[in-house]
C-alpha cells in the first residue's frame, strides 16, 4: 500500500474529473508501462481500480481520470464528492493486465468514454517512441470527451480520430472501416464500455482478426440479468464444508458470511481480483476478465458474480 496525496483534482469534461496522485514526501512513485492501473481505496470503504493516464516517464505522479457513473455503487460517487486537494488516500501500487505487445508493427487503439484513460497512456508512449499507430476515441458528446484539449495539442494529434454521437454521420465511428484490415503485426487495443467492446470484438471476429492480435479491457459490465439465477452448492476443499449460494445471493456474499476473505475490487466481473480456482464442478462465467479459451478450461471462477451450471462447484481454498 502507498500513500499518496491529491495534488490537483481538475473538472475535465462533464461529469469527470482528474486526479494527480503523489507521494507526500515527493519522491518517485512505483514505474508503470501503459495499461496499468492502481486500486485506489476511497474514504467509503470501497476500492476502486482506475487506469494511469499519464506518461510513464513521468515518476513522480499518477494521474487517473474518473467518470461520475449515475449507475455507480458509491465509488466514483465518493471521488467526486469525498474527495479534495490536499486529502490524503492509500493506493496499490500499479498493476497491468492490458499491456501493449511486444514488437508490435502497428497499433491500433480504441476508446469509448472514459476507456481512454488507458488508451491515452498508450498514445503518449507510442508517440514518444516512434511507433506507428491511430487512435479512435468516441463520447456521446463534446461536453463529455476527456482530455480533448490536451490530445488537440499534443505532438500526435494527427493520429488521433474523434468521433461523436451526437455529430454528423460522416465522423461517426464506423467498425467495419477502421477494423477492415487485421495485417500481422498489427495489434487492437479497445476499452470502454460493454456495448462499445462488444461491438467491436464482434466486428474485429467478423474481419478476421486473431485473437492474440487483440486485446481488450472493459471499464464496466453491462447490468446483469438475473432472472433465471438458480440455487448451486460451493465446497471448501481444504475444510470440506458445503454452502449453499441461494438464487438471490452471490458465491461472494455467502462465502464472506461464512468468514472466508477473497480478495474484491470491482465485485462485477471486469477486474479478475477475486478469481478463485475451481477443482471439480462447472462454473457459469459471467466476467468479463477472462477470455474465451480461460473460460473453457473451467478451473477457475469470479465468485463475485459467476454461478454455477452443475449443482456443486468445488473451490482451491
Ligand atoms: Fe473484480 Fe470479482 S472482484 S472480478
Same mark, same amino acid.
Request: contains cysteine.
Given at each position: 500500500?502507498?500513500?499518496?496525496?491529491?495534488?490537483?483534482?481538475?473538472?475535465?469534461?462533464?461529469?469527470?474529473?482528474?486526479?494527480?496522485?503523489?507521494?507526500?514526501?515527493?519522491?518517485?512513485?512505483?514505474?508503470?508501462?501503459?495499461?496499468?492501473?492502481?486500486?485506489?481505496?476511497?474514504?467509503?470503504?470501497?476500492?476502486?481500480?482506475?487506469?494511469?493516464?499519464?506518461?510513464?516517464?513521468?515518476?513522480?505522479?499518477?494521474?487517473?481520470? /474518473? #467518470?461520475?457513473? =449515475? @449507475?455507480?455503487?458509491?465509488?466514483?460517487?465518493?471521488?467526486?464528492?469525498?474527495? %479534495?486537494?490536499?486529502?490524503? +488516500?492509500?493506493?496499490?501500487?500499479?498493476?497491468?493486465?492490458?499491456?501493449?505487445?511486444?514488437?508490435?508493427?502497428?497499433?491500433?487503439?480504441?476508446?469509448?468514454?472514459?476507456?481512454?484513460?488507458?488508451?491515452?497512456?498508450?498514445?503518449?508512449?507510442?508517440?514518444?517512441?516512434?511507433?506507428?499507430?491511430?487512435?479512435?476515441?468516441?463520447?456521446?458528446?463534446?461536453?463529455?470527451?476527456?482530455?480533448?484539449?490536451?490530445?488537440?495539442?499534443?505532438?500526435?494529434?494527427?493520429?488521433?480520430?474523434?468521433?461523436?454521437?451526437?455529430?454528423?454521420?460522416?465522423?461517426?465511428?464506423?467498425?467495419?472501416? /477502421? #477494423?477492415?484490415? =487485421? @495485417?500481422?503485426?498489427?495489434?487492437?487495443?479497445?476499452?470502454?464500455?460493454?456495448? %462499445?467492446?462488444?461491438?467491436? +470484438?464482434?466486428?474485429?471476429?467478423?474481419?478476421?482478426?486473431?485473437?492474440?492480435?487483440?486485446?481488450?479491457?472493459?471499464?464496466?459490465?453491462?447490468?446483469?440479468?438475473?432472472?433465471?439465477?438458480?440455487?448451486?452448492?460451493?465446497?471448501?476443499?481444504?475444510?470440506?464444508?458445503?454452502?449453499?449460494?441461494?438464487?438471490?445471493?452471490?458465491?461472494?456474499?455467502?462465502?464472506?458470511?461464512?468468514?472466508?476473505?477473497?480478495?474484491?475490487?470491482?465485485?462485477?466481473?471486469?477486474?479478475?481480483?477475486?478469481?478463485?480456482?475451481?477443482?471439480?464442478?462447472?462454473?457459469?462465467?459471467?466476467?468479463?476478465?477472462?477470455?474465451?479459451?480461460?473460460?473453457?478450461?473451467?478451473?477457475?471462477?469470479?465468485?463475485?458474480?459467476?454461478?454455477?451450471?452443475?449443482?456443486? +462447484?468445488?473451490?482451491?481454498?
Amino acid at each position: 500500500m502507498i500513500e499518496v496525496i491529491v495534488t490537483a483534482k481538475q473538472r475535465e469534461a462533464e461529469d469527470i474529473y482528474t486526479f494527480e496522485l503523489a507521494r507526500p514526501d515527493q519522491l518517485d512513485l512505483p514505474a508503470f508501462d501503459p495499461g496499468a492501473h492502481i486500486d485506489v481505496h476511497l474514504p467509503n470503504g470501497m476500492v476502486r481500480q482506475y487506469s494511469l493516464c499519464n506518461h510513464p516517464a513521468e515518476t513522480n505522479r499518477y494521474l487517473i481520470g /474518473v #467518470l461520475k457513473d =449515475p @449507475a455507480s455503487r458509491g465509488g466514483s460517487f465518493a471521488l467526486h464528492e469525498q474527495v %479534495f486537494e490536499g486529502d490524503r +488516500l492509500q493506493i496499490s501500487e500499479p498493476r497491468n493486465l492490458f499491456p501493449l505487445a511486444e514488437k508490435a508493427k502497428r497499433s491500433l487503439l480504441l476508446a469509448g468514454g472514459i476507456g481512454v484513460t488507458p488508451i491515452l497512456c498508450m498514445a503518449q508512449t507510442l508517440a514518444s517512441a516512434g511507433e506507428e499507430f491511430e487512435m479512435h476515441y468516441c463520447a456521446r458528446s463534446r461536453n463529455r470527451m476527456a482530455f480533448m484539449r490536451q490530445i488537440a495539442e499534443s505532438d500526435f494529434a494527427d493520429h488521433v480520430y474523434l468521433h461523436f454521437d451526437d455529430e454528423a454521420p460522416e465522423q461517426q465511428f464506423e467498425a467495419d472501416k /477502421v #477494423l477492415a484490415n =487485421p @495485417a500481422p503485426g498489427t495489434n487492437l487495443y479497445v476499452c470502454g464500455p460493454a456495448g %462499445f467492446l462488444d461491438h467491436v +470484438l464482434q466486428r474485429a471476429s467478423a474481419h478476421g482478426w486473431p485473437a492474440e492480435q487483440v486485446h481488450r479491457e472493459y471499464f464496466a459490465a453491462s447490468p446483469a440479468d438475473h432472472t433465471d439465477d438458480a440455487g448451486f452448492e460451493i465446497e471448501i476443499k481444504s475444510s470440506g464444508q458445503v454452502l449453499v449460494v441461494p438464487a438471490d445471493r452471490s458465491a461472494l456474499e455467502v462465502l464472506e458470511e461464512a468468514g472466508i476473505f477473497i480478495p474484491v475490487s470491482c465485485e462485477e466481473g471486469v477486474c479478475g481480483t477475486c478469481m478463485t480456482r475451481v477443482l471439480k464442478g462447472e462454473p457459469e462465467h459471467r466476467d468479463l476478465f477472462m477470455t474465451e479459451q480461460e473460460r473453457a478450461l473451467n478451473n477457475q471462477f469470479t465468485p463475485c458474480c459467476s454461478r454455477a451450471k452443475s449443482g456443486r +462447484l468445488v473451490l482451491d481454498l
